[in-house]
């Protein structure tokens, strides 16, 4: 598996943007789902968004889409979010997993779902 560490996070206006990094190490980064999950206090972990492996195809959350933008750079091994028109409810500790098995993907995601995890980053979206 792939160790995960995310950076980016930050305090942004509403309207704002950030884009957050995962920076892997470890074997096998090119041959997983990666995904970004985001945890708001009192709530439970929710799915973002996840992208397939050779970036084929992403997968957004209804809430994030068309405001978010999940990429990756294999040859980095990094994953990154785009966040654009940031809205309050925004506002979690944004965290990068990697898929428990390798060439693996599906159409809806859940935390078990995914073996390896970041310690996340804080995002924060107030005026």
């Known amino acids: 598996q792939v160790q995960l560490v995310e950076s980016g996070g930050g305090l942004v206006q509403p309207g704002g943007s950030l884009k957050l990094a995962c920076a892997a190490s470890g074997r096998g980064f090119s041959t997983y789902t990666m995904a970004w999950f985001r945890q708001a206090p009192g709530k439970e972990r929710e799915f973002v968004a996840a992208?397939?492996?050779?970036?084929?195809?992403?997968n957004y959350a209804d809430s994030v889409k068309g405001r978010f933008f999940i990429s990756r750079d294999n040859a980095k091994t990094t994953l990154y979010l785009e966040m654009n028109s940031l809205k309050d409810e925004d506002t979690a500790v944004y965290y990068c997993?990697?898929?428990?098995?390798?060439?693996?993907?599906?159409?809806?995601?859940?935390?078990?779902?995914?073996?390896?995890w970041g310690q996340g980053t804080q995002v924060t979206v107030s005026s």
């Open positions: 997993a990697a898929y428990k098995t390798t060439y693996t993907a599906k159409t809806m995601y859940q935390p078990p779902d995914f073996g390896s």
């Open positions: 992208i397939s492996w050779a970036a084929g195809w992403a």
